[in-house]
């Protein structure tokens, strides 16, 4: 699996952007980046994945720079609600069967009011 | 939204007990997961489901655990002989396709004394 690189914890205040940075400068061209949150105490929860262009959803953007090594999760307006912890996951295609994502330790998103 | 349901919500059990953990993927997924986490640590693949029989499966999925999806809605875990270490929380996912987002439930926390 690629191995990725985040920040331990970020802080932002609320009704601000969040850039979450990401490095994955093993990414094998046909990986996918992937991005999870957890909230305390539930599940992980999917934000958003893309290949190679900048994606948007209504939770998220994600920049992917051009030589894929390193991507940027955007979150355009923090809210209390987003604090969690953020995983970058680049997906190994394994060539067949449903393979497990692997996740690492994250980035804990403190949001300040 | 669908979402992913799983019971009981807290388990607790004597070591060397048998404990089925239960989840109720999305209905129209085809692909079904199960994830732990320790307290306090990372997110750790189980096994991955597909067709009726698993996928692919860790290191941690030996030959204690099982799955099954006994009908049409439910999957589950089973752990034959429980141990302490097995403390952790478990969580369910389920995914339209291969590589699409993962749906996770909101876990069940096992405590095995």
């Known amino acids: 699996d690629a191995k990725t690189t985040q920040p331990n914890s970020m802080e932002s205040n609320e009704e601000e952007p969040v850039h979450l940075p990401c490095n994955h400068s093993?990414?094998?061209?046909?990986?996918?980046i992937h991005w999870y949150r957890q909230l305390p105490s539930q599940g992980p929860e999917y934000v958003i994945h893309?290949?190679?262009s900048n994606v948007n959803n209504r939770m998220a953007s994600l920049a992917i720079a051009e030589d894929r090594k390193s991507s940027t999760l955007i979150l355009h307006r923090a809210t209390l609600r987003d604090a969690a912890v953020y995983y970058c996951?680049?997906?190994?295609?394994?060539?067949?069967?449903?393979?497990?994502?692997?996740f690492g330790k994250g980035t804990h998103l403190i949001i300040q009011p | 939204e669908p979402e992913v349901t799983q019971t009981p919500s807290h388990q607790v059990t004597q070591m060397g007990q048998e404990v089925i953990l239960r989840c109720v993927p999305i209905?129209?997924?085809?692909?079904f997961y199960w994830y732990r986490q320790i307290l306090g640590q990372k997110v750790e693949f189980l096994v991955s489901?597909?067709?009726?029989?698993?996928?692919?499966k860790s290191e941690i999925f030996d030959d204690q655990f099982s799955v099954e999806r006994p009908d049409g809605s439910n999957f589950t875990l089973k752990i034959r002989s429980t141990k302490l270490e097995d403390s952790a929380m478990y969580f369910c996912?389920?995914?339209?396709?291969?590589?699409?987002?993962?749906?996770f439930g909101n876990g069940t926390r096992l405590t095995v004394t």
């Open positions: 996912a389920s995914s339209e396709a291969l590589r699409l987002a993962l749906h």
């Open positions: 093993t990414i094998s061209g046909t990986d996918y």
């Open positions: 893309g290949l190679t």
């Open positions: 996951i680049p997906d190994m295609y394994s060539g067949g069967g449903a393979d497990g994502l692997t």
């Open positions: 209905s129209n997924h085809l692909y």
């Open positions: 489901f597909y067709n009726n029989e698993i996928s692919e």
